[in-house]
């Protein structure tokens, strides 16, 4: 059973105004229901770092999509997975563990990202660049439908982009979505041709430097995290450069005392909540399609088993093929179980 007075102690060091007792009894009375219907159905839920703090008290497992997509492969006792999350990386989930029902709490879960690479688009796209460039390789970000991964020689994460890139043996690379992202590679390896796709995340486009500025002049000493989905002027103010998965060992380890995580605001809840004895100040958007994952439509969909993440097995296979790519080329010997 959850104690409402423990949770209102956590989530109020996120936000006072929002989680007052009254919140807090409701969410632990939510909170309980979720378990019960998880020992029930034999789920697991995962909880991507930019949930709301609510859905963290009750994840199995938080991190960032692929990490949580390859954890849930591990997870044999499961039958069913509960991402909470976004549309292409409940797809993931699906690409990585094909016979478990595999749940998105709302189906409207969008990405703006993702949406802006349409699979038939890339296609055409491909086609048209190998005219030009007979050895193009094709990159996409692991934030694509599982279609546009299909058409992809290998899958990368903002961890792994360079090393991914770098390892290919073709010169000229097609990068898509995340036109920051690319940039951000391509200023690591010159000796190569990046074509980026034209898409960005509205989330990370819109923080700008003045803001970072303006946060050093009050906390000189702070450390700051930047995601590389970031638009450059950003990305050039950074301590450090990583992920989501990244900033939180690097805030859990780092002797530093003050952090300021460049990105969705989750994740400063999130490290709010688990690394107390250190101080996160705020620049950061809210993700919309992030937010619409709720408590109250994980009981309905835990009690229905939907909506359910289907894929036909051919995208399912070619998306697969594309992920297994990415540990070929990165970290070959650390191939999770649920891939080899
Ligand atoms: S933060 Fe950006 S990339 Fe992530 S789900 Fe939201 S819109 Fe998509």
């Known amino acids: 059973m959850f104690d409402p007075t423990e949770i209102f102690n956590k989530l109020k060091l996120v936000d006072q105004s929002f989680y007052t007792q009254e919140v807090c009894r ?37 991190g960032d999509s692929l990490g949580l997509s390859l954890q849930a492969g591990e997870v044999k006792s499961a039958e069913v997975i509960v991402f909470c999350g976004v549309h292409f990386m409940a797809e993931t989930a699906k690409v990585v563990s094909p016979d478990k029902i595999v749940l998105l709490p709302n189906i409207q879960a969008g990405c703006s990202l993702a949406d802006t690479a349409d699979s038939d688009d890339v296609a055409d796209k491909i086609d048209e660049l190998r005219i030009k460039y007979p050895d193009l390789g094709v990159v996409c970000y692991v934030n694509t439908t599982a279609a546009v991964k299909a058409l992809s020689d290998s899958v990368c994460t903002s961890s792994n982009a360079v090393e991914v890139v770098r390892a290919l043996p073709n010169d ?48 000189p000493d702070m450390q700051v995290l930047v995601h590389p989905e970031c638009r450059d002027d950003v990305v050039e103010l950074a301590d450090a450069v990583m992920s989501t998965s990244g900033m939180v060992t690097f805030a859990q380890n780092s002797s530093a005392k003050e952090f300021l995580a460049v990105t969705e605001c989750g994740l ?65 010997d650390k191939v999770p179980v649920s891939l080899c």
């Not at 219907?37 to 770092?49: D, G, P, S, T, Y």
């Not at 690591?188 to 946060?215: D, F, M, T």
């Not at 835990?302 to 080329?329: C, V, W, Y």
């Open 268 to 332: 400063s809840d999130l490290l709010t909540i688990q690394v107390q004895e250190k101080q996160f100040y705020r620049v950061c958007n809210v993700c919309r399609y992030m937010k619409m994952i709720t408590l109250d439509n994980i009981i309905t969909s835990l009690e229905n088993l939907k909506p359910e993440i289907q894929l036909d097995e051919e995208t399912r296979h070619g998306a697969e093929r594309s992920i297994r790519k990415m540990f070929e080329l990165t970290t070959s």
């Open 172 to 219: 000229t690379i097609l990068f898509l979505p995340d036109e920051n992202l690319a940039r951000y590679v391509s200023n690591q390896i010159p000796e190569k041709e990046i074509i980026p796709w034209k898409g960005n995340c509205y989330v990370h486009q819109e923080l700008e430097p003045e803001s970072i500025h303006k946060a050093r002049e009050q906390h």
């Open 26 to 62: 409701e969410i632990a009375g939510k909170l309980d229901r979720i378990v019960d219907l998880k020992k029930e159905k034999k789920a697991v839920l995962l909880a991507h770092n930019y949930q709301r703090p609510e859905i963290f008290e009750v994840a199995d497992y938080t």
